[in-house]
C-alpha cells in the first residue's frame, strides 16, 4: 500500500514531467503549453457534459425503483476521467480520455466489482452466492483477553440476560 502510495504521489509527476518535457521537445514549447491548456478546458467541458449525464441516469433510475449501482460507478469513473483531464499532463489526460469511453468503463466496472468483492470479503467475512453478508458478533472475554466469534441470531437461553427489570447476582 505504501509503494503504491509512493508512485502516485512521486512517480506518476516524474513521469508526467519527463512526458510534457519531450513533447516539448518536438513540437515547442508555446505549442505544447497551449496543448495542455486546451486538454484541460476540453477536460472541464467533458466532465461537466458527462457528469451531468451520469448523474440524470441515477436519478431515472431511483425514480424506476431500481438501485442504481451500475450508474453510480459509471459516474465515479466519469468524474475520475474529468479530473484527470483537468490535471495537467498528457498521461493523466490519455488515462482521463480512456475513462470517458463508455465501453472502457463496462471493462473498469467488471474489474471494480470483482476488487470490492475480494476487499469485503476480507474485511466483512464470508459473503453467499446471494450477495448477503455472514456477518459474525464478536465480542471479548474480559477474563482471558481473548476474542469469540460466534454466529449471529439469538443466544441460548444461558447466555441471554436478564430482562431489565430482574435482579441477576452482582447487580442493584
Keep these: 500500500m505504501i509503494a503504491l502510495l509512493l508512485v502516485l504521489l512521486i512517480g506518476i509527476p516524474i513521469l508526467e514531467l519527463y512526458v510534457i518535457i519531450q513533447v516539448a521537445h518536438v513540437l515547442g514549447l508555446l505549442p505544447t503549453l497551449a496543448l495542455l491548456v486546451a486538454v484541460s478546458m476540453m477536460g472541464a467541458w467533458l466532465l461537466k457534459r458527462e457528469g451531468a449525464a451520469a448523474w440524470r441516469r441515477v436519478r431515472d433510475a431511483l425514480a424506476r425503483g431500481e438501485m442504481p449501482a451500475t450508474q453510480v460507478a459509471d459516474g465515479a469513473l466519469v468524474v475520475l476521467g474529468g479530473a484527470l483531464l483537468l490535471t495537467p499532463g ?14 472502457v468503463r463496462v471493462a473498469l466496472r467488471g474489474g471494480l466489482r470483482r476488487l470490492l468483492w475480494r476487499w469485503g470479503r476480507r474485511r ?32 441460548p437461553p ?10 441477576s447476582p452482582g447487580r442493584r
Design 90 to 103: 498528457f498521461v493523466t489526460d490519455a488515462v482521463g480520455l480512456l475513462l470517458l469511453i463508455p465501453a
Design 158 to 167: 444461558s447466555q441471554q440476560s436478564p430482562p431489565d427489570g430482574a435482579d
Design 124 to 155: 466483512i467475512g464470508a459473503v453467499d452466492t446471494a450477495g448477503t453478508v455472514a456477518r459474525s458478533v464478536y465480542t471479548t472475554r474480559a477474563d482471558r483477553g481473548s476474542v469469540v466469534t460466534r454466529p449471529s441470531g439469538p443466544l
